[in-house]
């Protein structure tokens, strides 16, 4: 889909893929365990890939690892989110000022969502009623109702980016990577406001929550460490000495803890949640940015 809306798709040969994802692999998203996952046209499961200097999105075949296609999006694509059914994808631009909505089945348009500029962090609430959507350049952290596609909420966050909702969909934490006053916003989804805020000394970088929502973890640019928050107290309780700049977070129902990904180490590392180590690790491709779970949670 270009800027202007029209929805198109390009093919592009195994080897121009091989050289745009060392360095152009953004973001995935895939549908999340115990929901359909989105089907190719064979029947196999789907994720979606975010290369960020190309605008497109490649959609995988995860039963053969294999590219089934590219799909345009607008500039810079920067943040990928599905809904739980896994029917929608959600794609924001760190060059525009537009959220874009795919339809899995298809892979066409559904809608393009008018946010402010630079949308950037995008989270769905685990019921799926709810996109939040991190408008880095507006200032503002905005809510929108994934049944309608409309904006049903703003809330004024500075320089927002990656964001977390609790297992219940009440609460979210959002990095608000301002300079001058690095901290995480929390806010309270159901009136729409921010209700607090935890001042850090660095920029925040990924964050998720525990399954049970009793803990928050998070890292921050130039820290070497993942630091786990109390939500109750809204204290940090803990911090885990982890690989070298440390990016996505995830948690898995097939795992102990989250999981991590070591940029300079080039490795996936397991957390033990109840010493606070890491327990494990495992080599993955250079410079890893982003993680998804599969549809089983078995793979990531």
Avoid: C
Wanted: charged share 20%; hydrophobic share 40%; proline share 8%.
């Amino acid at each position: 889909m270009n800027v202007h809306g029209k929805h198109t798709s390009v093919r592009r040969p195994a080897a121009v893929l091989a050289r745009l994802i060392p360095a152009l692999l953004f973001l995935v998203a895939w549908v999340p365990a115990g929901q359909p996952a989105p089907a190719a046209q064979d029947g196999a499961p789907k994720a979606y890939v975010a290369l960020h200097d190309e605008s497109a999105l490649a959609v995988l075949d995860t039963t053969a690892n294999r590219i089934m296609r590219f799909v345009t999006v607008p500039l810079g694509p920067h943040g990928l989110a599905m809904t739980p059914d896994g029917r929608k994808v959600y794609v924001g631009s760190d060059q525009l000022s537009t959220v874009t909505v795919l339809d899995t089945a298809t892979d066409g348009l559904l809608a393009q969502i008018e946010v402010g500029l630079y949308p950037y962090g995008l989270s769905v609430s685990p019921d799926g009623r709810r996109l939040l959507v991190s408008v880095w350049g507006a200032n503002e952290v905005v809510t929108i109702d994934t049944t309608t596609d409309r904006i049903t909420g703003r809330v004024s966050v500075p320089r927002p980016d990656r964001s977390a909702i609790s297992p219940d969909g009440r609460i979210a934490y959002v990095g608000s990577t301002s300079p001058d006053d690095p901290a995480l916003a929390v806010l309270d989804l159901t009136r729409s406001a921010k209700i607090g805020t935890i001042p850090l000394s660095h920029a925040p970088g990924a964050l998720a929550f525990s399954p049970d929502g009793k803990r928050l973890y998070f890292t921050v640019d130039g820290v070497d460490t993942v630091h786990v928050l109390d939500p109750g107290r809204n204290k940090v309780v803990a911090s885990v000495p982890a690989g070298a700049a440390p990016h996505g977070l995830i948690f898995t129902a097939s795992a102990y803890g989250p999981l991590v990904v070591s940029q300079s180490r080039n490795e996936l590392e397991i957390l033990d949640p109840l010493r606070n180590i890491i327990s494990g690790t495992v080599a993955v491709g250079r410079h890893p940015h982003g993680i998804a779970a599969g549809a089983d949670e078995r793979t990531v």
